[in-house]
């Protein structure tokens, strides 16, 4: 299915109050309804949704999973815009949460049976990086592989050193020229801390 944009939220207070309020519904044959959902980043809404058909009361809870674009100051007006679709069509997105994926019901699809495990996986990982430690001002980092940076230099062992400005968190410098570096999600690379030595 392709975008879906609006001029409004149709009186919502947000695109996941919005996005709640469409996968809800009655018709003749079924009801559906949002057990839970989430918006991750105002860019992916997660839900699991609950299916009941009325006639014989099967009851089935699938992921549904919707890339969202939302801006209020939009230009032409489209302040927000959404493509959806359910687990069986293998999104790419795969962060959803465990409260989520914890409601939905076995399911057979293969491509929704992948995207269970691959959002497993990626929350298992997550939790691994918030486990790990991270660098403080004194110690030595040693990459298992070396980081190349912009300026064509490739390191394996940094210091570690309190940022000069002042600004929290912490630089790397290079041991033989000085230079400082800055290095973005830095757990989610392997490595070694290394204390100073005791002198």
């Known amino acids: 299915m392709g975008w879906l944009y609006m001029r409004s939220l149709g009186g919502h207070s947000g695109p ?16 559906s309804k949002v057990l839970r959902s989430a918006l991750a980043g105002m860019r992916v809404y997660y839900a699991a949704v609950e299916h009941i058909r009325l006639d014989t009361g099967k ?33 790419c997105e795969s962060e959803c949460p465990a409260s989520i994926l914890d409601l939905l019901t076995p399911i057979d699809a293969k491509y929704a049976l992948d995207w269970r495990v691959r959002c497993r996986e990626n929350l298992a990982a997550r939790r691994a990086r918030a486990a790990k430690p991270g660098p403080r001002a004194g110690q030595v980092i040693v990459f298992d592989e070396a980081l190349r940076f912009s300026n064509g230099l490739s390191f394996e062992r940094l210091e570690v050193i309190a940022n000069p400005r002042g600004r929290g968190g912490v630089l790397f ?15 989610s690379r392997s490595y070694q801390l290394l204390e100073p030595p005791r002198g």
């Open 59 to 91: 009851r089935d809870v699938f992921a549904v999973v919707c890339l969202v674009r939302y801006n209020p100051r939009d230009k032409e007006g489209y302040v927000f815009g959404y493509k959806d679709m359910d687990e069986t069509l293998g999104p």
């Open 16 to 31: 996941k109050q919005y996005l709640d309020a469409q996968f809800t519904y009655t018709r003749p044959e079924m009801t």
């Open 173 to 187: 410098r290079a041991p033989d020229s000085g230079g400082l570096y800055r290095i973005s999600n830095i757990k």
